[in-house]
């Protein structure tokens, strides 16, 4: 399953202990709260039948029990609020793209850091599919500080020899090693074709949250003379003048275009959609979309 090469040195050292303490930094009161309101418990779990007391709901009277003893008893319920959440991480050749302060794959593992320590301390387990056109590695979810370095670890340092996106393959490896729903998070930049209906179904079984990941200059470029641009999954070389008012217009329209229609898509089949960039903060872009769907609860 693995073909790609992991790096272990000071500067990859260094980048994760990063990540891990401005992650954990990050995971405040209010930040772990905006998580568990939203992402509650599966259900309610029973957990004992106790005699009835004056403000009970009597809903959940047990009948059977208050008829042999001849006294109300009540159920009692519990919050299953152990939860297993699933990061599926893009790392296609498109995913070591930046031009601001950090690569995309970069963003990606502060995100998965700053979630997973947030889902950690809620008693949540986390498990990762990192994913380019095959799946590339697997951590079965955990509980763990370790566990959760691992993580960011792996995000940082997969140079996947593949180039192509094909999002339906971790989709379908999930659905394999996950029979209950799950909270997914899917973070890429969503460059790939042909993912829609599998998409679209895998949203009804799990809690999907899709997260694109976009460089600025993947939409807008400066006026900086010629540059050659290569797509980093299809390898196509183009060659355009940034001088050029109409044809730096003309690609910017094209990919703001794209952007709406992959907004489009996500709006229309229900699934929460967030699109981060690598020179803004997804810290506040989490909160936004946390809040925003606490109010449509």
Do not use: C
């Amino acid at each position: 399953m693995n073909e790609s090469t992991q790096f272990f040195d000071d500067e990859l050292l260094a980048k994760v202990k990063k990540i891990q303490f401005k992650a954990k930094y990050m995971v405040n009161d209010a930040f772990a709260g905006e998580y568990l309101s939203v992402f509650k418990g599966r259900g309610m779990e029973f957990e004992e039948v106790r005699e009835y007391v004056p403000g009970d709901d009597i809903r959940n009277i047990d009948w059977n029990v208050t008829a042999r003893s001849q006294k109300p008893y009540i159920k009692t319920f519990r919050d299953e609020r152990e939860l297993v959440v699933f990061f599926l991480v893009d790392v296609s050749a498109s995913s070591h793209f930046g031009t601001q302060k950090k690569f995309k794959n970069e963003v990606s593992a502060e995100i998965t850091a700053l979630l997973a320590y947030t889902a950690l301390r809620s008693n949540d387990k986390v498990g990762l599919i990192i994913f380019s056109d095959h799946v590339e590695h697997y951590i079965p979810p955990k509980k763990g500080r370790g566990h959760v370095w691992s993580l960011i670890r792996d995000i940082l340092s997969f140079k996947s020899k593949a180039k192509r996106t094909d999002i339906s393959v971790p989709i379908d490896f999930m659905n394999k090693v996950m029979k209950k729903k799950a909270i997914t998070f899917l973070i890429s930049d969503f460059q790939g074709e042909g993912f829609e209906n599998k998409l679209r179904s895998f949203s009804r079984k799990h809690d999907l949250v899709a997260i694109s990941v976009t460089d600025p200059r993947e939409i807008e470029i400066p006026n900086i003379g010629y540059i050659e641009l290569e797509d980093a999954e299809t390898g196509e070389s183009l060659l355009i003048n940034t001088s050029d008012l109409n044809g730096v217009q003309s690609f910017s329209k094209k990919a703001k275009l794209a952007l709406r229609e992959k907004k489009r898509f996500f709006q229309k089949n229900g699934i929460d959609f967030l699109d981060v960039r690598t020179d803004g903060s997804y810290f506040d872009t989490l909160i936004k979309f946390f809040r925003e769907r606490e109010r449509k609860r």
